[in-house]
């Protein structure tokens, strides 16, 4: 079973950057899709980027696209996400996830993702 420990948040002012990271235990972590996912106070949990077990295949939706890039390194166990030209909008929890496999009609729904981390929290201030 794989577990996941998020870090790298903090407080941040806008048009910053910030670099979240996600720490997976387990010997198979090369197999699971990973994913990005935030919360913020009042709102629903929303998609913010996912790569492919491998690493080839990235997805984001239009909202960080050009701003956030999700990468991954196997040999490490590790997750990333580079966030950048931070608004406050971006201001949230963010949330390390992970599945078995990726596909693309399942990786921006939460509900699909089965490993979770605690949440690194983010504020971007104006």
């Known amino acids: 079973q794989v577990q996941l420990v998020e870090s790298g948040g903090g407080l941040v002012q806008a048009g910053g950057s910030l670099r979240l990271s996600c720490s997976a235990s387990?010997?198979?972590?090369?197999?699971?899709?990973m994913g990005w996912f935030r919360q913020a106070p009042g709102k629903e949990r929303e998609f913010v980027a996912a790569i492919s077990g491998r690493g080839d295949s990235t997805h984001y939706p239009d909202s960080v696209k050009g701003r956030f890039t999700i990468s991954r390194d196997n040999a490490k166990n590790m997750v990333y996400l580079q966030m950048n030209s931070l608004k406050p909008e971006d201001t949230a929890v963010y949330y390390c996830a992970g599945r078995l496999g990726y596909y693309l009609d399942l990786i921006e729904r939460e509900s699909a993702y089965t490993l979770w981390g605690q949440g690194t929290q983010v504020t971007v201030s104006s």
């Open positions: 387990g010997r198979t972590f090369s197999a699971y899709g």
